[in-house]
């Protein structure tokens, strides 16, 4: 369990494989302090056990699940990525609950400037986009934000400035892929309706 509340940017140094399983090795020394082998981390949103900690690196294995599920595959040596260790007991949950479990990848619409800050719209698959209400929380490549703002294509978020600056956030581009990740509670709940309504 995550809290969508990043602690690390971090780089991936090498990604080895391809469709069959790709080998990620990352450097976060801040992150890596804290954590041992078998401990899930959130990168990108995406939750990864740790087969490797050495040397203020991490090191982790996506399968074709993973890879079909999120945008892990398509990041390149010296991309960064966010990074977050699971949640400990008594920590505080400063974001939402966050699971890791990528729903679907959206794409960015576009990344306006608003005041201070900017505003993100990203287009959604309909599937997830049905489980995403105004002001209701939404984890966007891990970090968890507010819908500002729904569409029939998409939703909108504001990203304030620590946001832009401690997160991949800052750095998006209309076309990027983002993983997207509903508020587990649309999903229990919508689960719910429909066996009922069965």
Not at 57 to 85: D, I, K, Y
Request: net charge negative; glycine share 14%; aromatic share 2%.
């Amino acid at each position: 369990m995550f809290t969508g509340i990043v602690r690390e940017l971090g780089r991936v140094l090498s990604h080895e494989g391809g469709e069959g399983g790709v080998r990620l090795r990352i450097e976060a020394p801040a992150s890596a302090a804290g954590l041992q082998v078998g401990d899930s981390v959130a990168v990108n949103g995406c939750c990864l056990t740790a087969t490797a900690v050495e040397d203020g690196c991490l090191a982790f294995e996506a399968v074709p699940e993973t890879l079909r599920r999120t945008s892990l595959g398509r990041l390149g040596e010296g991309a960064r990525v966010n990074v977050e260790a699971a949640l400990r007991a008594g920590e505080p949950l400063g974001g939402h609950y966050v699971q890791g479990h990528v729903d679907a990848v959206g794409s960015v619409r576009s990344v306006l400037p608003e005041g201070m800050g900017k505003r993100l719209w990203v287009d959604v698959p309909p599937e997830v986009l049905r489980l995403c209400v105004e002001k209701g929380s939404l984890a966007v490549e891990g970090v968890s934000l507010t819908v500002a703002a729904l569409d029939e294509r998409g939703l909108s978020v504001a990203l304030i400035p620590h946001t832009l600056a401690g997160t991949t956030l800052g750095a998006l581009q209309p076309g990027d892929a983002v993983n997207l990740e509903a508020d587990v509670l649309a999903k229990y709940v919508e689960r719910l309706l429909e066996s009922r309504a069965s």
